[in-house]
């Protein structure tokens, strides 16, 4: 995204290779977000994935509705530059949340949700090798 947002700000794209890096941005950014869904919230207990999920999708849905006023005035402003610096940012943050991923996550390929991290319902605890 960073590399586009880039490309877009010195007008070296044009509208196929545009779309092509934005197709390319989503296809990897709707692949890490689908992981992210899927993976993130399994080291937390049941009950406490359900809420969070309920409330991160909250959140989402309320910062959401301010994106196209932001968009508009990044568009607004005249020029590619502003637009691209938005692009810019947003691909910034992506990497930063790539690198805390990387650095926080946990391993959890091939291991059942509940050695993981078993309902709280159950009272057992999750430890890094199995449950105790």
């Known amino acids: 995204m960073v590399l586009v947002a880039a490309l877009f700000a010195n007008g070296q794209l044009t509208a196929l290779t545009q779309t092509i890096g934005w197709a390319a941005i989503f296809f990897f950014a709707s692949a890490a977000a689908s992981a992210a869904y899927l993976t993130a919230s399994e080291v937390f207990p049941l009950e406490v994935r359900a809420t969070a999920i309920a ?21 607004g402003t005249g020029g590619p530059v ?3 610096m938005g692009y810019g940012v947003a691909g910034l ?9 990387l650095r926080l996550g946990i391993d959890c390929e091939g291991r059942s949700l509940e050695s993981i991290s078993p309902p709280i319902s159950t009272g057992l605890v999750a430890t890094g090798t199995g449950i105790a």
């Open 55 to 75: 409330l991160f999708y909250a959140f989402g849905m309320v910062f959401a509705a301010g994106t196209p006023w932001l968009f508009g005035r990044l568009i």
């Open 82 to 84: 502003p637009l691209a």
């Open 93 to 101: 943050l992506m990497v930063a949340a790539g690198v805390v991923a």
